[in-house]
């Protein structure tokens, strides 16, 4: 079972840190999300300390989780942000990070969120298309703006050993430059006078389950800026992995060693997401019918692939477990939600406990890619987020729960 220090059981009750989800629920009622800030700090601080002989600069990549008060906190304990929208950027200024240690990523920027980016002042552009610098360039030239910092996105053309939806380096996927791109751009800098490419990136894959792709990919970035003194930051992206139950998975100072020879000579720039922020967080969910049918038990609870979509998305696996222990014999039920699509299913052939109507469930290891990819499909409401304090020992509101007004908020009629 994929329980942590600060995801535990203590008389037979779950809790986060030291708060009883159950009391949670009582106040804000269910599906919500939990999220534990002790946690998220423990996971930052655990990837800075196995890279500390690096210096890394760290940007927490908000894809994975956009809370507000997440992002607060990890700024506060010293990680820029990776954004890859100008909304992104626009969240991560609200919640106090530096422009400066902002990177903007992302395949398909637009004119307008380049141009506020710059008017921001970000502090780097992960640059995948040669039309992208023009537009960079041309934009910061009306700004008055010069020496704007580039680091090109290289697809290495390497198969990173992961779930094919979320490998990014390999030739066929839409991301990054090829290495002949690169080569050319770098030959021809003085095409983008108001530019200073000053580094290489690249990201291989999400949930990467060895390190080989990722020191493949940073063996060939080495040989493409060789010739070119200039360029002296490595951004290695993210792909750091974390347990949703399987063994053997590489760990984060494995990462650190497999990289560092490589990287020494370079200042390094970390991109992490969901290493950070996965196993901090749970999506409670309370059982509304129980169904024989097909000679199988469902559990229809009120969590769906509308507030947790990663199980139809990606077939990811997430261990499901009681909020309360009991005696009870186990039996294998799929555990399933009510929206009206076959695919709504959130986990198969689980062993459980025998339940009540109304007992609740726990998701765990759904901090990263849960509730920033909610929708509200079906007219459903977008639910809660809370996170437990810094302390331990309080827990807040981070989003409250959508009403049936706020699914309508932006409609006209006229």
């Not at 291989?204 to 200039?230: C, E, N």
């Not at 063994?247 to 990289?259: C, G, M, R, T």
């Not at 039996?331 to 339940?355: R, S, Y």
Request: one cysteine or more; glycine letters at 8%; proline letters at 4%.
């Amino acid at each position: 079972m994929t329980l942590n220090e600060s995801i535990h059981y203590q008389n037979k009750q779950l809790y986060i840190d030291n708060i009883a989800v159950s009391d949670v629920i009582t106040h804000v009622g269910s599906p919500t999300y939990i999220y534990s800030l002790p946690r998220a700090i423990h996971n930052y601080n655990r990837i800075a300390s196995a890279f500390e002989h690096l210096n890394p600069h760290i940007h927490y990549s908000a894809k994975a989780n956009g809370s507000l008060r997440v992002l607060k906190t990890l700024v506060d304990s010293g990680a820029g942000i990776d954004c890859v929208s100008a909304g992104e950027i626009f969240k991560a200024l609200k919640a106090g990070a530096s422009a400066r240690d902002i990177v903007f990523a992302g395949v398909g920027k637009t004119v307008n969120e380049i141009q506020f980016a710059l008017e921001q002042g970000v502090g780097w552009f992960n640059v995948e298309n040669i039309l992208e610098l023009d537009y960079i360039n041309q934009i910061a030239m009306n700004l008055g703006l010069s020496s704007i910092k580039i680091a090109l996105r290289l697809n290495p053309k390497v198969t990173a050993n992961t779930h094919p939806y979320i490998a990014t380096g390999h030739g066929g996927a839409k991301f990054g430059l090829t290495a002949q791109a690169i080569a050319h751009i770098l030959n021809h800098q003085e095409d983008w006078a108001n530019l200073n490419f000053a580094g290489l990136h690249l990201h291989v894959g999400s949930q990467l389950g060895d390190t080989s792709a990722t020191t493949k990919g940073i063996q060939i970035a080495r040989d493409l800026i060789k010739d070119h003194p200039s360029v002296d930051t490595l951004n290695i992206g993210g792909g750091i992995p974390v347990s949703y139950g399987e063994a053997d998975l590489p760990s984060v100072e494995a990462f650190a060693k497999a990289i560092t020879p490589l990287v020494e000579s370079y200042k390094l720039i970390l991109e992490p997401g969901r290493s950070i922020i996965a196993d901090a967080g749970i999506l409670v969910t309370c059982l509304l019918y129980i169904k024989q049918q097909a000679a199988q038990t469902f559990y229809i609870v009120d969590g769906s692939m509308t507030e947790f979509i990663r199980p139809m998305l990606y077939q990811a696996k997430h261990q499901i477990v009681p909020v309360k222990q009991t005696n009870s014999d186990s039996q294998v039920v799929q555990v399933v939600g009510p929206v009206c699509e076959t695919t709504d299913v959130l986990a198969k052939d689980v062993p459980l406990p025998i339940m009540q109507i109304g007992d609740m469930l726990a998701i765990l290891t759904t901090g990263a890619y849960g509730a920033v990819m909610a929708s509200s499909y079906n007219a459903r409401p977008r639910p809660a987020e809370i996170v437990i304090a810094e302390d331990g020992n309080n827990w807040h509101i981070a989003r409250k729960r959508e009403t049936y007004d706020d699914l309508i908020r932006d409609e006209l009629l006229d």
